[in-house]
């Protein structure tokens, strides 16, 4: 039943080791979405696919980079952690948002990394 | 100033009473809006939508004000397991940031025996 999915759960890491977060989803959704989200924050966007059409919010670093091969994959490539960048990762999906109704998001439970 | 805001609480409630909270967003071309609720160490999940015409949810009821751009939330009856930081979410859906979420910091509820 799991719709949006995300591995690993948990991620350790060393200082500048990349890392790479996955995420599927089974929802067939045009709309896919990483967020960073540290303690008692709101979840900060990092970048958003409409189909292939990639959006990078113009404060996510460079450090931070992402892929779409296809509908239900979006991965997540941190090329050089710090320890600034430990956080939950969170995915997320929506239906075409030009279509009628309201398009909430779907989030998949996270990767929470942690950085040494 | 940030685009949604939220109350952080904590909200103390005692179990059975009703408490509310607003949030308020800056950006008129909102169009749609919603609840989310957290859990500690948890993704966010939909708690629900918010009509136009306010609608309710069980002990759940939400509120659109568009005029003064703020919606809120109010829980009935409230359970130890209302507890959570719930998440104001905002959708904006012009053809510049189709599809975007703008998101609160959260209000925390801490529901009491």
């Known amino acids: 039943d799991a719709m949006v999915i995300q591995n690993p759960r948990y991620q350790v890491t060393q200082f500048g080791k990349p890392v790479t977060l996955s995420c599927s989803q089974t929802?067939?959704?045009?709309?896919m979405y990483w967020y960073q989200q540290k303690s008692s924050q709101a979840p900060k966007l990092l970048f958003h696919?409409?189909?292939?059409?990639?959006?990078n919010e113009a404060d996510t670093p460079d450090n931070f980079q992402s892929r779409r091969p296809n509908t239900s994959f979006c991965f997540l490539d941190i090329r050089s952690p710090g320890l600034g960048d430990a956080a939950m990762y969170l995915c997320?999906?929506?239906?075409?948002?030009?279509?009628?109704?309201?398009?909430?998001?779907?989030f998949g439970p996270g990767t929470r990394l942690t950085v040494l | 100033r940030k685009e949604v805001e939220q109350d952080p609480g904590p909200f103390n409630v005692p179990e059975g009473a009703t408490v509310a909270f607003n949030c308020t967003y800056s950006?008129?071309?909102?169009?749609?809006f919603f609840w989310y609720r957290q859990d500690c160490r948890k993704e966010p999940k939909l708690l629900m939508s918010?009509?136009?015409s306010g609608n309710e949810d069980g002990r759940f009821t939400a509120q659109l004000n568009r005029a003064s751009q703020y919606i809120s939330l109010l829980i009935r009856d409230s359970k130890l397991s209302d507890s959570a930081t719930y998440l104001c979410?905002?959708?904006?859906?012009?053809?510049?940031?189709?599809?975007?979420?703008?998101f609160g910091a959260g209000t925390q509820v801490v529901v009491t025996p």
């Open positions: 929802l067939n959704h045009n709309v």
């Open positions: 997320a999906t929506s239906r075409d948002p030009a279509l009628a109704g309201y398009n909430e998001q779907f």
């Open positions: 918010v009509y136009s």
């Open positions: 979410v905002v959708a904006l859906m012009t053809t510049d940031s189709w599809g975007k979420f703008q």
């Open positions: 950006n008129s071309a909102s169009q749609s």
């Open positions: 696919y409409y189909d292939k059409d990639f959006n």
